[in-house]
């Protein structure tokens, strides 16, 4: 079963698409919450984009 990460609310957004991001305790980044929405208007998923030091972190 995978792990849970402790998220955080954060007053950082993501510089790409300006959405709200989450702070990771356990992996210290910040990773972008803004959800993707399909055509139908269902969500599949989120940006997912990691930031460490305000730094884009991976691709």
């Known amino acids: 079963m995978p792990k849970k990460h402790k998220l955080i609310k954060a007053d950082f957004k993501c510089p790409e698409c300006g959405g709200g991001c989450l ?3 356990d992996w210290d980044l910040f990773v972008c ?3 993707l ?4 208007g269902e969500v ?3 940006c ?7 730094a ?3 691709q």
Do not use: D, E, H, W
Request: glycine share 14%; charged share 30%; aromatic share 18%.
């Open 44 to 46: 599949k998923g989120s």
């Open 23 to 25: 702070y990771n305790v």
């Open 33 to 35: 919450n803004r959800p």
């Open 48 to 54: 997912g984009k990691f930031y460490k030091n305000k």
């Open 37 to 40: 929405v399909g055509v139908n």
């Open 56 to 58: 884009k972190f991976r």
